[in-house]
């Protein structure tokens, strides 16, 4: 695993370049995905023994304890957009649990999903600890049946996740889901206006919109409202749009003409239901799928921007007239991913942690993956976990083990 992580360090640039020739992500963006992929790698490397060593229980007449046990094959469906990231974070853990991985990639990621596999040969696994497979979504359903499955993981679609999680259910398999998200992005009047406008730009355009946990839906308390969205507006209207291969550019193109036609219907429904397009809201002429930097304001309750997941670089902005209503628009979603909130008021915070629906809340900061924090969300954004020390015990049966002294063993006649 300490190989894989060198390889991907050592090759980012030719890696990052195969990511940005198959889903149009910024270059720079592409090559840090790589290197972020060598510190899970690492992460597991040092810390899986912990993760997974006895753990022992105290009991009286003879020795308990607590043993975490490789399951076996898992399948692993996953997505276009951070065609690396995804699959290591699931692959990392998986392989140093003792499990074996097999990778159903998305179709238009095929050299990436190749690479993949190149990169955990090279890196010294044994032939066929992890394998990819190029085939269509509709073998999976018979994959999952398959008695040499043990378990399956898919990061996608909620339609994906309702389909995979009723197949495992199915057939008793274990599975993992992680779904879309509408995250919230909360500004309260004590926050750093600036550092606050600067990361939600960051936030929504992040490889190029098409992230679960981008900030998409970013609710103003009213006293800051008019200054945040002219600052924000006026930021998001300065993205540099242009070739993804270029260092200097900050959005790519979308990676297919259907997510960039399905997001321009959403754009053209909301602006008809009433909501005002403030910058961008059109396809832009040029080549490749490329959708202009867009804010919508003024939003109302049965527009898709209000709680449909828009997977590009649209912001939706909405007015909060207090705490409680800030909280109630930001739960107002059937997702529950991602969460930023922006204050300096102690008791805003608490009630930001204990009120916010989500798998993931970021007070102050862009809500980020990372080796250490379990990833995944509640509601329809799916359920387990990645990542972390949970994220390792996913895949594991965790068998408790009991070993009784002779002479101290009494049986129950009804036992």
């Given at each position: 695993m300490?190989?894989?992580?060198d390889?991907?360090e050592?090759?980012?640039r030719?890696?990052?370049?195969l990511?940005?020739l198959?889903?149009g992500?910024?270059?720079g963006?592409?090559?840090a995905?790589?290197?972020?992929?060598a510190?899970?790698?690492?992460?597991?490397?040092?810390?899986?023994?912990?993760?997974?060593?006895?753990?022992?229980?105290?009991?009286?007449?003879?020795?308990?304890?607590?043993?975490?046990?490789p399951i076996g094959v898992?399948?692993?469906?996953?997505p276009w957009?951070?065609?690396?990231?995804q699959?290591?974070?699931?692959?990392?853990p998986?392989?140093?649990a003792g499990?074996v991985?097999?990778?159903k990639?998305?179709?238009?990621?095929?050299q990436?999903?190749?690479?993949?596999?190149d990169?955990l040969?090279?890196?010294?696994?044994?032939d066929?600890?992890?394998q990819t497979?190029l085939?269509?979504?509709?073998p999976?359903?018979?994959?999952?049946?398959d008695?040499?499955?043990?378990?399956?993981?898919?990061?996608?679609?909620?339609?994906?996740?309702?389909s995979?999680?009723?197949?495992?259910?199915?057939?008793?398999?274990?599975c993992?889901?992680e779904l879309?998200?509408?995250?919230?992005f909360i500004?309260?009047?004590?926050?750093?206006?600036?550092?606050?406008v600067?990361?939600?730009?960051?936030?929504?355009m992040i490889?190029?919109?098409?992230?679960?946990?981008?900030?998409?839906r970013?609710?103003?308390?009213?006293?800051?409202?008019?200054s945040?969205?002219?600052?924000?507006?006026?930021?998001?209207?300065?993205?540099?749009?242009?070739?993804?291969?270029?260092e200097?550019?900050?959005?790519?193109?979308?990676?297919?003409?259907?997510?960039r036609?399905d997001?321009?219907?959403q754009?053209?429904?909301s602006?008809a239901?009433g909501?005002?397009?403030?910058?961008?809201?059109k396809?832009?002429?040029?080549?490749?799928?490329f959708?202009?930097?867009?804010?919508?304001?003024?939003?109302?309750?049965?527009a898709?921007?209000?709680?449909?997941?828009?997977?590009?670089?649209?912001?939706?902005v909405?007015?909060?007239?207090?705490l409680?209503?800030?909280?109630?628009?930001?739960?107002?979603t059937t997702?529950?991913?991602?969460?930023?909130?922006?204050t300096?008021?102690?008791?805003?915070?608490?009630?930001?942690?204990?009120?916010i629906?989500?798998?993931?809340?970021?007070?102050n900061g862009m809500?980020?993956?990372?080796?250490?924090l379990?990833?995944?969300?509640?509601?329809?954004?799916?359920?387990?976990r990645?990542?972390?020390?949970?994220?390792?015990?996913?895949f594991?049966?965790?068998?408790?083990v009991?070993?009784?002294e002779?002479?101290?063993?009494?049986r129950?006649a009804?036992e």
């Amino acid at each position: 695993m300490r190989k894989a992580a060198d390889i991907l360090e050592g090759e980012c640039r030719e890696l990052g370049r195969l990511m940005t020739l198959e889903m149009g992500k910024p270059i720079g963006a592409a090559m840090a995905e790589a290197e972020k992929c060598a510190t899970a790698c690492r992460y597991y490397a040092e810390n899986a023994e912990a993760f997974l060593a006895d753990q022992p229980v105290k009991m009286e007449g003879g020795e308990s304890w607590i043993a975490f046990q490789p399951i076996g094959v898992v399948l692993a469906i996953m997505p276009w957009n951070f065609p690396f990231w995804q699959v290591f974070r699931f692959a990392a853990p998986a392989l140093m649990a003792g499990n074996v991985g097999i990778l159903k990639h998305a179709s238009n990621v095929p050299q990436c999903a190749l690479a993949i596999e190149d990169v955990l040969r090279r890196a010294g696994f044994v032939d066929g600890a992890f394998q990819t497979l190029l085939i269509s979504s509709e073998p999976v359903e018979g994959m999952i049946a398959d008695s040499r499955i043990a378990a399956v993981t898919l990061t996608g679609s909620e339609g994906a996740g309702r389909s995979v999680a009723s197949a495992a259910g199915k057939h008793l398999k274990k599975c993992v889901v992680e779904l879309g998200g509408s995250d919230p992005f909360i500004v309260m009047p004590s926050a750093d206006l600036e550092q606050a406008v600067s990361t939600a730009v960051t936030a929504r355009m992040i490889n190029n919109g098409q992230s679960c946990i981008a900030a998409k839906r970013f609710i103003v308390h009213e006293r800051i409202y008019d200054s945040f969205l002219d600052k924000f507006v006026a930021a998001v209207a300065a993205v540099r749009v242009g070739d993804p291969m270029d260092e200097k550019t900050q959005l790519g193109p979308l990676a297919t003409a259907s997510i960039r036609d399905d997001l321009d219907k959403q754009v053209r429904e909301s602006a008809a239901a009433g909501a005002r397009v403030l910058t961008g809201g059109k396809k832009l002429d040029r080549k490749g799928f490329f959708y202009a930097p867009t804010v919508l304001a003024d939003i109302p309750d049965d527009a898709p921007a209000a709680d449909e997941e828009l997977f590009g670089p649209v912001a939706s902005v909405f007015r909060g007239k207090d705490l409680d209503d800030a909280i109630r628009i930001a739960n107002g979603t059937t997702f529950g991913l991602g969460a930023s909130a922006w204050t300096n008021d102690q008791s805003e915070r608490n009630r930001f942690v204990r009120d916010i629906e989500s798998g993931l809340l970021f007070i102050n900061g862009m809500v980020a993956s990372d080796p250490r924090l379990p990833f995944g969300g509640v509601k329809n954004s799916g359920f387990g976990r990645e990542l972390g020390e949970f994220g390792i015990r996913e895949f594991v049966n965790i068998k408790s083990v009991r070993v009784v002294e002779a002479k101290s063993e009494k049986r129950s006649a009804t036992e």
